[in-house]
Each structure stands twice: as C-alpha cells, then as structure tokens.
C-alpha cells in the first residue's frame, strides 16, 4: 500500500479547469480532515464564481471544439483506456477514499469491480447511441426521422459517500453521450475525484471536457445556476436537491435527482433468518449506514419479531468498529464532525419518543477511536411510525425495528413515507415476494438480497427520493437531447 502522506503529496489539490490543475482566482482553500482522527490531509482549493465561468466555458469550448468531433468509436476508446487507468491506480484511489471519508479500506478495495465495470459499460453504449426512423400519415412523401444529440455541459454533484464511485458514475455516461462535464465534488471527499480527473487526461480525454471544481455549498449553488449549464446531475439530500431544482428552473435547465431513502425491509415469518438477518443488518449497517438506499425501515413478522431483533443486535455487536487503515475493520468513522452531531441528535431521541435501545446507542472513543467520529451499530426495537427515528433521513448506522402481522399492513405502513428510494422482501414464497414488489412505491425492490447493483441496471427514487434514473441506457439516455427531421422525397 502507498504511504498516505506520498499519496496525498502526489495528488491534485487544485481546480481542474480546461486541462489543467489551477488555483481559484480568489486564492482561497479549505482543509479536508481524516475522519478517523480530525487531523488535517491538505488544503483544497475553493473555486468562486469566477472559477465556475472559466470551467464552464472550457466546457463550452471543448464541446464545440475537438470533443464534439469524437467519433463514437473514439469515446469508446478512451472510457476504456480511462478503466484501464483506474485498475491500474485502484489501490490508491481506494486509499484516498479511505483517508477521506472513512470508508474501510478493505470495503474500499471491494469497490474495485464495479467502478472499472461501470467505465468499461458505459464505453460499450457510446457506440450503441442511435435514432429511429418513423412512419407518419403526413400526405405528402415526407420522411421522418430522429437523431439523439449531446445535451451540452452537464454540471455533476456528487456525494461524500461514495467520491471515486460516484465520479465515475456521472462522468463516463455523460462523456458516452459526448457531453463535457463540470463535476463538484462534496468538500468532505475531494481527493479522489480530483485524481480521477488526473486519469481523464491521461486516458486522451481533450482538455475542457472533464473540469472540476472544488468548495462548498456556494460552489455549488454558482455551477447550478450558471445559464451556460445544460444539464444537472445531483446525488445528495432531499433538501439540496429542492434548491437545485429551484435554482434550475430560471433557465430551465434537464435534471436528474438521486436524493435520500429511508428504505422499508420486510422479512415475512416464512423468511430464510439465516441469510435475512445478516443482510438486513448490513443493509443498515454497510459504510456506517452512510448510504441513500439502506434499508433502515426493517419490518419483522410478528411471529419471528423476538429473533430478528436479537439477531440483528447480535451481528451488530459482532462488527469490528476501528480505523478505517485496518484490513479487519467492518465499521468505520461517521464523516465529519456535522455528520456525528447529526447522528448523535438521533441516538437520543430514539428513546425519548419511546423506542427501546437494543444495542448501541453511543459515541465510542476508546483508544484508537477517542479522536475519530465513530457510533457504535445501533439497534432500535420496538420503533412505531411516528417517530423521528422512523420517518428522518439519519445516515448512520441506526436500525429502527417494527413489528407487522399482515401483508395488507406492511405495505401500507412501508409506504407511508416521503421517500420512495428502494426496499427488501425477505420469504420463500414467490407470491407474496412478487405481491410487495408490485406495491411497495420504490424505484428498487431486493427480493431476499439487498444491495445488488450493476451499471447495466437503471436506479433511482419515487416520491421525493427524485427523479430520473442512473444506470443502464437511461442512463446515457438522460445525457441526450432528440432531434425530430423531416424531409421531402419527391
């Protein structure tokens, strides 16, 4: 494994802008710290308004330039090449995620199929792009026929959960359909982003096609309503999302939205406990529970109630919380300080509303973690509707359990929810898995699995978890504008 101190030396720090790594014309920065230890990994720079226009008009450029000149052939090549290169640098950019967000290196390791298979998939569709030509009952002999064109500069932003994953999963689709791209990273995971964008360039991408631009809120809030954006792809909250959607409406901008989840998991009496338990644990507990799609809604049969709590807490307490550097660690750090008073906020009113504390419940900082922001794998039982633990976005690792006796019941309660983001059903009986499928309001259901995916396969929400869908041709689809021609014969 790298030193981190090399890795972090050698990776970008500055704005990617047309082709080059470049300092905010304001001069400002800010720190990213390692969630383990609050200690400081290096300086970001920050781009404002100013910076915001230079990459955007870079992307412009290129877009009008050489890269709108790519053969659909030479995208292909290049996603390629650029899998190739992230294969090549996995093992580091794993660690920078590590160092950045806390994800454990040996989960951030497992990441490495699906990254380099989403490239390699997204390279595939940039050849596979095509219109239709179309009957009509014109009276005339008129021909009709469709082109599918790049919609033009894409502003992507991106979560702090999943930096290297979810950089990957905006840029190659949007480079497949010939777009450039002016990608935000989250200011709490910057660093792996920023030396995917070093790749870019190293696998042939032309400079001004992939920019990226670093900061907070603000940096943001200048890329998404920049009227030379044409597109906005956002993964985050529920409540950035809305003022992103606000943000676009003066220029009408195309969005995408993939916002937040409070997933229902369903385990029916008739279930496998053996493999139910163990995944509906981790479907809570995976990355601290800082995921969109974690099932932390678990619904449990009224008659295998008493056993699945206890085995859910049982497996919690069996998860090894540490530093995320450590190959044996299960459960790292919360993100940042803001993430851990979010968290903690919960941990307390949970049993305040009246939710009985199973497992968990508390900060930990004994020695190694006494600096970090780690929670212990939480498990709530006994969680009725109403309560904040049972209707609020948490993003940690806090299981609420509840308890059901009819499939009627299940899914009317599963469904009382704003959100609508995915779900699991756990039984033996296909009927009854295929009847929840049908009506729990959810844009991915897990039927006696949790937490499959695969570039080939669209994701995406219902309800207020947003709109649009990322993964599979749509994906590349949402990156593309249709062009009706007619033409006279005669």
């Known amino acids: 494994m790298t030193d981190p101190a090399t890795l972090i030396a050698d990776t970008p720090t500055r704005l990617l802008i047309d082709g080059r790594f470049v300092s905010g014309e304001a001069g400002r920065d800010f720190a990213t710290l390692n969630p383990c230890t609050g200690e400081e990994l290096a300086r970001i720079a920050e781009a404002g308004p100013a910076d915001v226009d230079r990459a955007v008009a870079a992307a412009r450029a290129a877009l009008d330039g050489p890269w709108g000149r790519f053969t659909p052939a030479q995208r292909q090549a290049v996603l390629l090449r650029l899998a190739d290169l992230v294969e090549r640098d996995f093992d580091d950019l794993a660690l920078l995620d590590t160092l950045e967000m806390g994800r454990p290196i040996t989960a951030a ?82 660093l792996s982003p920023l030396r995917f964008g070093a ?6 991408v032309p400079a001004g096609v992939v920019n990226i631009v670093t900061g907070a809120g603000a940096t943001g809030a200048a890329l998404t309503e920049h009227p030379g954006i ?13 003022r992103i959607i606000a943000a676009s409406a003066g ?11 409070k997933s229902p998991n369903i385990i029916f009496a008739d279930a496998d406990l053996s493999r139910a338990i163990p995944a509906a644990a981790m479907g809570v507990f995976n990355n601290a529970g800082q995921v969109c799609a974690a099932g932390t809604r678990l619904f449990v049969e009224r008659a295998v109630y008493d056993e699945v709590v206890a085995g859910v807490a049982a497996f919690a307490e069996s998860l090894r919380l540490g530093p995320s550097l450590s190959p044996d660690t299960q459960i790292g750090p919360l993100v940042s300080a803001k993430q851990f008073s979010r968290v903690d906020h919960y941990l307390d009113r949970g049993p305040a509303e009246g939710a009985r504390l199973v497992t968990g419940g508390a900060r930990v900082t004994e020695g190694v973690l006494a600096t970090g922001h780690y929670v212990a794998p939480t498990v709530f039982a006994d969680v009725t509707d109403d309560m904040a633990i049972a209707r609020e976005e948490i993003f940690g690792p806090v299981a609420s359990i509840f308890a059901f006796d009819t499939l ?13 983001l995915a779900g699991g059903v756990w039984t033996r009986d296909i009927g009854k898995a295929m009847a929840a499928v049908r009506r729990v309001r959810a844009g991915t259901l897990w039927v006696n699995h949790y937490f499959a995916m695969d570039p080939a396969v669209p994701f995406g929400g219902y309800k207020m978890s947003g709109f649009g869908r990322e993964g599979g041709f749509e994906h590349v689809e949402s990156y593309l504008n249709t062009k009706s021609v007619w033409i006279r014969m005669d």
Request: aromatic residues 6%; hydrophobic residues 45%; charged residues 20%.
């Open 109 to 190: 390791r497992g990441m490495r199929d699906i990254v380099t298979r989403a490239l390699r998939h997204f390279a595939g569709l940039a050849t596979a792009i095509h219109g239709q030509t179309l009957g009509n009952s014109f009276p005339v002999d008129l021909m009709a026929m469709t082109l599918k064109e790049p919609i033009g500069v894409v502003a992507a932003i991106i979560p702090w959960n999943g930096p290297l994953f979810s950089a990957a999963w905006k840029i190659a689709p949007a480079l497949a359909a010939g777009c450039s791209v002016v990608l935000k990273p989250a200011e709490d995971a910057s």
């Open 199 to 204: 790749l870019c360039l190293e696998a042939g």
């Open 230 to 242: 044409d597109k906005i792809s956002f993964t985050g909250s529920c409540e950035t999302g809305q």
């Open 251 to 261: 220029t009408v901008k195309r969005v995408t939205m993939e916002l937040g989840g």
């Open 408 to 420: 009627d019941e299940v899914i009317e309660r599963a469904n009382a929810t704003r959100f609508g």
